[in-house]
């Protein structure tokens, strides 16, 4: 007997809008923030599920409902919009492209952006919570630019100093003394992932 093989797509959630319910009374969002808004909490993975077989339907008819109708949503996270799906190997491109297609989701608009493919949950799971960690880095990033004038000069000569063949040394002459020591081992943590 042969094993179904499986396929995991990891999707993230984007309002272009940003949220509709933000009070002008708050602080207002980085860009970061905006664009990588929570998910309304009438989204679950059962609205979803619906919300994509109606997606299917609506693009690849009942042929695409038959191809894809044992697709499940795996896991829905609203405060990240981050979820996975699991789909059978030769039909996930039908998926993906329905994902693309969705324009909407509980009235607002959205784009949904498929982040990876695996053959395993697992490395689903480890990419989702790697996206989460730059998530966190880049909203920092941005506040800290927002703080000290919203130059970001500094940033941009550390990246300039790495991308031009720098070694580390260089990029942390190009740092300002205001600025903390996190972005320096950021980057040079994320040169020493490369070469994994």
């Known amino acids: 007997m042969v094993r179904v ?3 995991y797509l990891l999707f993230t959630i984007l309002y272009p809008s940003g949220p509709q319910s933000a009070n002008s009374t708050t602080s207002k969002p980085t860009q970061s923030m905006t664009f990588h808004s929570p998910s309304p ?3 679950t993975r059962t609205s979803l599920a619906s919300i994509i077989r109606s997606s299917i339907s609506s693009n690849f008819g009942d042929w695409g409902i038959g191809q894809c109708g044992g697709f499940a949503v795996k896991y829905f996270s609203p405060a990240t919009s981050t979820g996975i799906l699991r789909i059978t190997r030769d039909n996930y491109r039908i998926l993906w492209a329905a994902l693309t297609y969705t324009r909407e989701l509980c009235g607002q ?3 949904i952006k498929v982040v990876r493919v ?3 949950i697992r490395k689903a799971e480890l990419e989702a919570v790697k996206l989460a960690e730059e998530a966190i880095r880049r909203v920092k990033r941005e506040a800290k630019g927002a703080k000290n004038g919203g130059g970001g000069n500094g940033d941009k000569k550390v ?3 790495v991308f031009a063949g720098g070694n580390s040394a260089q990029a942390a002459t190009a740092i300002n003394d205001d600025q903390d020591d996190e972005m320096l081992v ?3 943590d994320s040169e020493n992932d ?3």
Do not use: F, H, W
């Open 5 to 7: 093989k499986q396929r």
């Open 41 to 43: 909490s009438s989204l």
């Open 109 to 111: 608009p959205a784009v």
């Open 118 to 120: 695996s053959g395993t």
């Open 159 to 161: 990246v300039a100093g």
């Open 186 to 188: 950021d980057i040079v």
């Open 194 to 196: 490369d070469d994994k």
